[in-house]
């Protein structure tokens, strides 16, 4: 199953007052597994950058303007989550933001029916617990150095990645398909080959039941099947 892990930079909290997508990350993941496959890329809001949000990913004005404009990667970003289901952490706010961006550029919007909500999702498998990407990557004992150095789309695309595996037990799938298959494990381990013996074990029949056996077949004639084994 083909999936990408998707999060976004913005200018602010709501694409209806004006804000704007100021990066995309996308990683690709086959069966859970990490394909190596990404698309980033940083974007020009043609517009101010707040403070506030500065703050939160470091993007300033002068940084994203010689970026490209979302309408010049739209075509790029559609064709790379082309018929995967997308993976977001707070997916409605993800999914607004870039619905908003595909619609000025007069491009096909994404369906919600192909999104899922790692938010939701750790609610429903942690209830009452933090859910957010930091306390997941904590509870998973996923490295979050990363993420205490920056703090960027597709940085967090890789955390996630790591923490959605955990929330719907991939890497348990993983280990089973293995096993079943006798392939290598994806987590690090060998699944079980069946081996001969080096030298078969001894008989455990004792001498009567040797000779109570052979008094049997005797008694069930020259054509006995076992005669001619």
Known sequence: MREIILDTETTGLK????????????????????????WHCFLNPERDVPNEAFQVHGLSADFLADKPLFTDVADELLEFVEGAKLI???????????????ERCQRMLLA????????????????????????????YGVD???????????????????????????????LELAVNSGDESPIGGIAPVATARPAPLPSRLSAGEAEAHAAFIQGLGEDALWNRL
Request: proline content about 5%; glycine content about 8%; hydrophobic content about 45%.
């Open 15 to 38: 694409p209806a007052d004006g804000h704007r997508i100021v990066e995309v990350g996308c990683i690709e993941l086959l069966n859970c597994i990490p394909t190596g496959r990404e």
């Open 88 to 102: 977001m952490h707070n997916a409605p706010f993800d999914f607004a933001f870039l619905n908003a961006e595909f």
């Open 112 to 139: 919600w029916e192909n999104v899922v909500d790692s938010l939701a999702l750790a609610r429903r498998r942690h209830p009452g617990l933090p859910v957010s990407l930091d306390a997941l990557c904590k509870r």
């Open 144 to 174: 979050l150095s990363a993420r205490e150095k920056h703090h960027g789309a597709l940085v967090d695309c890789k955390l996630l990645a790591s923490v959605y595996v955990e929330l719907v037990g991939g890497h348990q799938a993983r």
